[in-house]
Each structure stands twice: as C-alpha cells, then as structure tokens.
C-alpha cells in the first residue's frame, strides 16, 4: 500500500474512533496490548494469503453476538450470494439465531458457538465463563476447514483475532478497534456511513463490487404466513382491522422504556383509531400486568411465528432491540424508542419508521452500562412523545385502492376537534 493511502486510511480510522464507535480508553490500551503479544506468532499461526485475483471457493462471516446484529447482517450476505454464486459461504454465529435463519438462502452452512465474551453484560463472566472449551474447539475446527476469506465488520481485536487463529488465508476488516496486523486487508472505514449494516456493505465496496441493495430482509414461508392469518381469525381479529403491535421487552433493563409506559401510548391510540393491539411477549415470560381491555390482545410466540404475525401489523411499538430489526426486514415500519445507544449506529431501516429519543444526552452511547441508579434518557421522554409518533406513522400508512375508504376514515379520526 502507497504512502498516501495508509496516511488516508489512519485519518479515517482516527476519525471513525470518534463518529462510529464509543471505545474507553482502558479497553483501546487492552486491544493494543493484546494486539502487541499476537504479533510474534503471526507466521506460526496465519496461513499464506490467497492471491488478490484469485476467487475464493470458500468463505467465512463472523458475527456471534445477538439476533438483531443477524439482521442488520442480511444485506451483506445477500450481496456477497450475489457477486460470488459459486462460494461455499459460512456465517459463525451464536445458536440462538438458526431459527432466524431457517428459509434463508443467503449462506450454505451455519457454524454455531457461544463466543464467551458474547454471552453476558458483566464483565467479569464474559471471561470466568463455562464456554472457553467450547470457543476453543470451535477455532480448530475452522482451521481444519481453511477458509479462502474471511468478513468481520465489528472493528473489534477479538474478532480479528477469530479470523486470523481460524486459519482464514485472506481476513477483511477494519483496524481502528486494533487487530489490524491480524488482518490482510484493513478496509478504510467509510465515515460518511456509520449505521452498523453500513459497515458491514463497505467490506463489498472495499472488493470494488457494487452494493445491489441495503435493505435488511427476512423471508418467510406461505405456509408461516397462512398460519399467521388463522391465528389472527382464531383470535377475532378481522384482516380489515387496524393491527399495531407493541414490544415492550429488551435484552437489557436499561433499554426498557417500561411496559406500563407503552400501555398508556396504546391505550391513547385505542382512543384515536378503530384498532386492535398485539401486545407481544417473551414465551414463558409472565404476561402483561394491567385491566384486560377489548382492544389488546397479549400473544406469547415462538420466534419464527412472532416473525409471521409480525407482518400482519401495520406499525411496531418498541425499544431500541431485535424485534425493532425484525420489523423492519418483514417490511413494518416501527415507532422504536431509544435511550442508551446511537440510531445512527443501530436505528431500524425504514423511511417510514420513527425513533423517539431525548436528545442532548451526553453520555450516550454507554455500551448498555448506566452510570446513574436508572436510565434516565428513557425516562424523560413522555407518552404522549410515542403516541404522537405513532399517530403520525398510522394516518400516512397507504393502504391501497381496496381500503380506501378505511384510510379516510383513519385519516378523519387522527384530524384534530374543531
């Protein structure tokens, strides 16, 4: 590489540590330790390179963490199918997402392993953990495969670091979380673009292809969808019916805007619109607390069937996690509610989605570890903040020539007195 271009990508990772990415500075001075002891055993460890020029047979992605990382992931995977038909692709992955995966074309084979620094918030079981046996057998099983490439878009030491004691002959990735001596190809990061998914199709750019297309994608079954529909008749629910779906849980407490909190945003919408209301929860979670209404209607699913009732509503009320990113992959525009991390980072790609968030925090992002006794960038932003978004989301909903004259009833109601 030419002098001018290390001097243009060391500009653009000194300025992705700052606009793509929230690092502390104990955890960058572990990464470069960690990075620093590697290094002597890089030609002990690494393979020899493929040639640039040379197509690769097989080729493996990294991306373990949590099911919505799967979904902002899609669009990749779905470009990489496309430029390189002929690849045996391999997507590394936590086996909590196959059910995700299952009806996907995109990769030939899933290797699953519960990474041990991926399996918890704290600290300190991320690396006291049951998993190390199981990590480790994992690494010598790729080295057995020799992957050609290999794709991680985390910008993390660690995942590098899979890639390069994984045997992968050539690693793509980026170096401004260090690790970039793990790696035979340290992409530049593209600035301009910052969203997590984004990060993911520069690697596509970086191999001189065109991106074919940046909208994450779940496909479903008909079978899925007709049972989706049954269910709904089984539950009273006619298809003219307006169907919004709420999601009150997250993985992390500190992502919850609170299930009473998104009660109160239904219950103002029941009021406004003729619509029945999905209150979505976790199976063997206890089911929503609160008076029973003839409007709500609590529903516990398995994740693949979630997906398929999904797509019979008309908008989603969330936080900021999975179901925000599954939403929008099936095609619903969601109302997301975020507090501790960065939309532009992790936001749903939707147009026609809203975030509620209350800005002039200043310490966001805080990597989901609060340093006050609650979140309180979720707690100052008010019902009537979601409710008004939601109102807003439904009455610009097209509903086609068919329903027409359901839209201009909805579109009535919203109107204000007067």
């Known amino acids: 590489m030419s002098q001018g271009k290390k001097t243009e990508r060391s500009r653009a990772e000194a300025i992705a540590k700052a606009c793509m990415t929230r690092y502390g500075w104990k955890r960058l001075a572990l990464s470069r330790l960690f990075e620093a002891l590697l290094r002597p055993f890089g030609n ?7 040639s640039p020029e040379q197509e690769p047979q097989s080729i493996l992605v990294a991306e373990y963490w949590h099911l919505g990382d799967i979904v902002m992931l899609t669009p990749f995977l779905r470009n990489l199918r496309q430029h390189y038909p002929r690849a045996r692709i391999t997507l590394l992955a936590n086996p909590k997402v196959l059910p ?25 079981k991320k690396y006291i953990s049951p998993y190390w046996m199981e990590f480790l ?8 495969k020799a992957f050609d490439w290999g794709f991680s878009a985390r910008a993390d030491v660690r995942d590098n670091f899979i890639l390069w004691a994984g045997g992968v002959r050539r690693r793509f990735g980026y170096g401004f979380g260090y690790g970039a001596t793990l790696l035979t190809d340290v992409v530049a990061p593209d600035t301009s673009r910052p969203h997590y998914s984004d990060r993911w199709l520069h690697l596509i750019e970086y191999l001189g292809k065109p991106v074919l297309g940046r909208q994450p994608e779940l496909t479903l079954t008909t079978v899925e969808r007709r049972a989706a529909r049954q269910r709904l008749s089984d539950l009273v629910i006619r298809e003219s019916e307006l169907l919004i779906g709420v999601h ?6 500190i992502r919850q805007w609170g299930e009473q909190n998104f009660f109160e945003a239904a219950k103002m919408l029941a009021s406004r619109f003729p619509l029945k209301v999905l209150w979505f929860c976790e199976p063997g979670s ?15 699913l398995p994740l693949r069937e979630f997906l398929a009732m999904l797509t019979q509503c008309r908008i989603l009320l969330c936080n900021d996690t999975g179901p925000m990113h599954f939403a929008t992959a099936v095609g619903v525009p969601v109302v997301a ?12 790609r939707c147009d026609r989605s809203q975030i509620v968030i209350h800005e002039g925090v200043w310490c966001r992002p805080c990597n989901d570890r609060c ?7 979720l ?12 109102e807003a989301t439904i009455a610009n909903i097209s509903w086609g020539d068919s329903q027409q004259t359901g839209a201009n009833q909805l579109v009535k109601l919203a109107a204000p007195a007067g």
């Open 44 to 50: 002990i460890v690494g393979r020899k390179p493929v």
């Open 100 to 124: 995700l995966l299952e009806a996907q074309e995109w990769v030939d084979e899933v290797i699953t392993v519960r990474v041990p620094w991926a399996q918890y918030d704290s600290r300190r």
């Open 137 to 144: 057998r994992c690494l010598v099983g790729l080295r057995e």
């Open 248 to 253: 009150a849980g997250a993985r992390n407490p």
């Open 286 to 300: 206890a089911a929503m607390t609160g008076p029973s209404v003839p409007w709500l209607v609590p529903v516990a």
């Open 337 to 348: 509610v975020f507090g501790a991390t960065m939309p532009g980072w992790w936001g749903p």
């Open 371 to 377: 340093r006050f006794d609650e979140p309180y960038c």
């Open 379 to 390: 707690r100052g932003i008010s019902v009537e903040r979601v409710f008004k978004a939601a």
